[in-house]
């Protein structure tokens, strides 16, 4: 049951190697989100999308990237990882509009060496 | 800067007892707010939610006060189990985007 699944649940990549998390949803939702979160704090919104539109944070690194090819699947890229990058990401979605709910995924845990 | 090795709020409470978790939001205009519980290497779990024509809702062993005088919100936990225990988030909204707050950790020990 299953309904905003992340994989994979946990990443080891290198400093400065490229990585690619996914997120795919079974609500049919129009809005997917992803966020960064790290120990003891609270998620920070990194970027999400309405259905095609992107919608970046204005604190977000360039070195973050999104792509949703369709409804139910998004990735985030990671281009070149640094040290600080090292955290739980969650994607969440939402109905869209205002004063709704989002369903958040177990996020994915990201180690970088 | 980042808060590195920031610590949550913690609230301890014995099984059984009810637990009271405060949230303190900045924004007026908000108009919608959440709760989530997370546990650990999970993520936020939809608990209970509020918009701002409330200032009073119950689920099933949860209530969520809302005061807008004072914009202050509160999760009420009856008869809290261990299974409880977990961190707590209270968020706020007035667009699609969710404002979280830092957290309360809740220990439930027996």
């Not at chain 1, 990735?75 to 090292?86: N, T």
């Not at chain 2, 059984?16 to 290497?41: P, R, T």
Request: hydrophobic residues 30%; proline residues 5%.
């Amino acid at each position: 049951d299953a309904m905003v699944i992340q994989n994979p649940r946990y990443q080891v990549t290198q400093f400065g190697k490229p990585v690619t998390l996914s997120c795919s949803q079974t609500l049919n939702h129009n809005v997917m989100y992803w966020y960064q979160q790290k120990s003891s704090q609270a998620p920070k919104l990194l970027f999400h999308y309405y259905d095609k539109d992107f919608n970046n944070e204005a604190d977000t690194p360039d070195n973050f990237q999104s792509r949703r090819p369709n409804t139910s699947f998004c990735f985030l890229d990671i281009r070149s990882p640094g040290l600080g990058d090292a955290a739980m990401y969650l994607c969440a979605t939402s109905t869209g509009g205002v004063n709704q709910p989002q369903h958040f995924g177990d996020g994915t845990r990201l180690s970088i060496l | 800067g980042e808060n590195v090795g920031l610590h949550l709020p913690t609230l301890s409470v014995q099984e059984g007892d009810n637990s009271i978790i405060n949230c303190a939001y900045s924004n007026s205009a908000s108009d919608y707010f959440i709760w989530y519980k997370q546990e650990s290497g999970k993520g936020p779990q939809f608990i209970i939610d509020i918009r701002s024509n409330m200032d009073k809702r119950q689920g099933q062993r949860v209530t969520v006060l809302l005061n807008k005088t004072v914009k202050h919100l509160s999760l009420q936990i009856a008869a809290t189990q261990p299974g409880d225990s977990a961190v707590y988030f209270c968020a706020e909204s007035n667009t699609d985007k969710l404002i979280f707050g830092t957290g309360t950790r809740l220990q439930v020990f027996p």
